[in-house]
């Protein structure tokens, strides 16, 4: 299992204060889907990208009616996400990412124009970040058989205003066994979006972004600080029907809170390398496990100036610690989960990596509360 990877933080503590440069603490990569910083394409690169778009005799309105938009809504907060309608084997079928629908307790699913789509069943890719799901009736994207290298695509986004419908166009730069890289510039918001050709044929979905870290190894490659985007093939997919209910509350919402739980606890981090004494802020609401966390550490902060210099980096430390204790309470529920036999190997692979980057938060909280007292 690849170890995730954050930039570590240089610490100090001197006589009544402490310093912590900036640094920062980068999510780590998800495979369901888990979102980066993008760096941006190379000149020569997006000379490339307008190559493609210019190839294009078609947009993202003139394909608008097998586009969607996904409503999910959690006891933490609503998203939106991508997916399209194909036909497979002769039929209609409404697809997208797992990880845009795992853990939702409500999830709509709709047209730019607002018509409401009702799925019959879901169906999960046994191994690949996909989920379709059957409709009644309609019409659909055809599937393509050929990904040729250097051909040009386009990722297209559903939106209901049509002013959002996104278009982003680039090339197949690499295929492998069951997905193929592009260079079209997407990100989060674009999981889930059909990769088209000039045909109007699906290609892939779009899936994921993974930053390249500066390995030796990568060193005067052309994947040296590099961001890849992936995208799944839909030929050879194995489906496995599952009752969509009970499956995603036994699995779907310990995946979805601890995707939260994790963005929180980086959020945290950040927050300290920006001011360790400032209290601890958050953009949104932190995940209600943290609440009371969060409420207890900044009563601490609050007592920075109070004059006790060592019960106030006692009481801070034990702190810190208490944080990374829910880390690892956090990667054994769900190394548990990773064991199990139910989940498919998508989720499977996700609830490992999950577990992984927790145990390491840990680590790095640990030598944090070290340094601190």
Not at 150 to 173: C, H, M, N, Q, W
Not at 246 to 272: C, P, T
Request: net charge positive.
């Amino acid at each position: 299992m690849k170890e995730p990877r954050f930039a570590q933080s240089n610490i100090s503590i001197e006589p009544r204060r402490m310093a912590m440069q900036r640094s920062e603490f980068k999510k780590p990569e998800w495979r369901h889907g888990l979102a980066l910083a993008l760096v941006g394409a190379s000149l020569a690169q997006a000379r490339a990208d307008e190559g493609a778009r210019a190839q294009f005799t078609y947009a993202a309105d003139d394909v608008a009616s097998n586009l969607v938009v996904i409503e999910c809504e959690s006891k933490s907060k609503k998203s939106t996400g991508c997916g399209f309608v194909a036909l497979m084997e002769g039929k209609p079928y409404l697809v997208t990412n797992q990880h845009i629908i795992l853990g939702a307790d409500k999830i709509g699913f709709v047209s730019p124009s607002g018509r409401v789509i009702k799925p019959r069943s879901v169906e999960l890719s046994a191994s690949r970040d996909i989920a379709r799901m059957a409709l009644a009736e309609g019409d659909g994207f055809a599937l393509s058989s050929d990904w040729p290298i250097g051909a040009p695509i386009g990722v297209f986004g559903g939106g209901k205003d049509k002013k959002k419908t996104s278009e982003l166009y680039g090339e197949i730069s690499g295929i492998g066994a069951d997905r193929i890289e592009v260079s079209a510039n997407f990100a989060e918001d674009n999981s889930g979006s059909p990769v088209l050709n000039l045909n109007q044929e699906v290609v892939a979905i779009a899936s994921h972004v993974r930053e390249s870290s500066n390995h030796a190894m990568k060193k005067g490659t052309k994947f040296e600080n590099k961001t890849r985007r992936f995208c799944y093939r839909l030929d050879g997919v194995g489906w496995i029907p599952v009752s969509w209910k009970s499956y995603n509350q036994k699995y779907g919402v310990a995946y979805h809170e601890s995707r939260e739980l994790l963005d929180s606890v980086i959020e945290i981090l950040n927050s300290w390398a920006d001011g360790p004494l400032e209290q601890v802020r958050f953009e949104d609401q932190p995940y209600p496990a943290l609440t009371n966390w969060v409420r207890s550490h900044n009563q601490v902060v609050s007592k920075s100036n109070d004059g006790f210099e060592r019960k106030f980096y006692a009481e801070y430390s034990e702190s810190t610690q208490k944080l990374a204790e829910v880390c690892r309470s956090q990667a054994r529920k769900i190394r548990m989960l990773s064991k199990q036999r139910d989940p498919t190997a998508f989720l499977l692979y996700e609830f490992d990596m999950q577990a992984g980057t927790f145990e390491y938060v840990a680590k790095i909280i640990d030598r944090y509360s070290t340094t601190v007292y």
